[in-house]
Each structure stands twice: as structure tokens, then as C-alpha cells.
């Protein structure tokens, strides 16, 4: 596992934090799907974001979903 600077962790908790959670706090994540990555990346590009930066802020929602996954994963089978 490669650590990260703290900068760069603190950096994702304030875009999570500050731009993410607002715009996707109260969609359940059984109904994230494509339609709503596109109105997600319609929104920020109408809010003068830069493509790349809407990558990362992504990244973080998909690294996020995965470790909910896989921590949802190992809790169900360890109550077999």
C-alpha cells in the first residue's frame, strides 16, 4: 500500500467534505449509476470545473464505493 502525503489525504477530505458530499450526500448508492456521473460532471462543468479536477473529485466517490464493498463483503462473510 503506498502512503500519501498528509497533504494530499487532507486535500481529499476537504473536496469530499466541501464539494461532493453536497451534491450526493442523500442519493443512495444503489441508484448511482451513469445518468447521475453525468448530471454530476454537468453540474461542475457548469460551475467552471475543470475536467481533471471533476476526474479526481470521481476517483474519490469510486475509491469510497469500493471500500464500502469490500468492507460490506468481509462483514457478511464473517456472520456465516
Do not use: H
Not at 498528509?6 to 450526500?25: H, K, R, T, Y
Not at 441508484?31 to 453540474?43: D, K, L, N
Not at 471500500?67 to 456465516?80: C, F, H, K, N, Q
Amino acid at each position: 500500500m503506498k502512503i500519501q502525503p498528509l497533504d494530499v489525504i487532507q486535500c481529499q477530505g476537504w473536496m469530499f467534505f466541501s464539494i461532493i458530499e453536497p451534491l450526493l450526500a442523500r442519493l443512495p448508492v444503489a441508484r448511482f449509476g451513469p445518468t447521475q456521473v453525468g448530471q454530476y460532471i454537468a453540474q461542475r462543468r457548469a460551475a467552471g470545473v475543470s475536467d481533471s479536477t471533476i476526474n479526481r473529485e470521481l476517483a474519490i466517490v469510486r475509491r469510497g464505493m469500493q471500500l464500502g464493498y469490500e468492507a460490506d463483503r468481509r462483514w457478511s462473510i464473517g456472520r456465516r
